[in-house]
């Protein structure tokens, strides 16, 4: 009888593998996007297909090569399925890619501050909004740290953003998939270069940022200034990542 039971449970391996790549191909993943910056966490659950995981994973592992503050971590497991058991890892339903969120997600580094001699500023980012209030409200941080800036001759040291989303608007063109996404964040904590110059504690920043649809973060572009508080993100993404991703997505 433990024979039987054992060629059964091969002849159902044998019979559901080619089910489970064929489901797999589908990209059907369901995942959650942890992220902090030591005072808030934000989960956000996701439907993904696999080029998207990718980025996302690529975006994290920036986050920790140019740290700035804000960490997030992925875990992953296949959306639904039958029950537990021999055919739980299976079987994943549909979702047309992520139905509950639009999002920008982004970490590297890029010349984001003026200083001289130019410098690279670490960033992180993670926004979302629900599609039917998109533009008009958001969640997420904004963080950049400066490890070293001169400024009109005064060295800084260790220099640090910390922001909170308020609204974020995203768009990607179904064409060529470049993502845009705008930003406005209230600024929550400032320490070195940009507390002696700001933007201040309480103040506003605009930020745009753009996916260029191309894996690994070629191209993508990332802009910040003063922020304004009538429209959501008044910024124009001038900067190149010149290490790093950023990804941008918008629900179906």
């Not at 191209?219 to 922020?227: C, E, H, R, V």
């Given at each position: ?19 489970q ?27 993904v ?67 001289f ?64 996404a ?9 320490t070195?270069l940009f ?10 920043i ?12 070629a ?14 993100g ?19």
């Open positions: 009888m433990r024979r039987v039971r054992l060629s059964l449970a091969v002849t159902l391996a044998l019979v559901m593998a080619p089910m790549l064929a489901v797999l191909a589908l990209g059907d993943i369901q995942i959650t996007l942890t992220c902090s910056d030591g005072t808030d966490i934000m989960d956000t659950t996701l439907m297909d696999a080029a998207a995981l990718s980025e996302l994973q690529s975006v994290v592992e920036a986050m920790t090569l140019y740290p700035a503050g804000l960490v997030c971590r992925i875990t992953q497991q296949l959306a639904g399925s039958l029950g537990g058991g021999f055919f739980a890892p299976l079987v994943a339903f549909a979702q047309g890619g992520n139905p509950t969120w639009n999002y920008a997600v982004g970490g590297g580094r890029a010349q984001l501050v003026d200083c001699p130019p410098a690279e500023t670490n960033f992180a980012l993670s926004a979302r909004v629900d599609p039917a209030a998109d533009g008009t409200e958001g969640q997420g941080m904004f963080n950049m740290t400066v490890p070293q800036c001169t400024v009109n001759g005064t060295p800084f040291n260790g220099s640090h953003l910390g922001t909170k989303v308020k609204c974020l608007t995203v768009t990607v063109n179904t064409g060529t998939g470049v993502g845009t705008n930003l406005r964040a209230e600024v929550t904590h400032a070195g507390a002696a110059n700001g933007p201040a504690v309480g103040a506003t605009d930020l745009q940022v753009i996916d260029s649809g191309v894996p690994g973060g191209f993508d572009m990332i802009g910040m200034t003063a922020g304004g508080e009538s429209t959501c008044g910024a124009t993404a001038d900067k190149a990542v010149d290490n790093g991703n950023i990804s941008v997505h918008q629900a179906p």
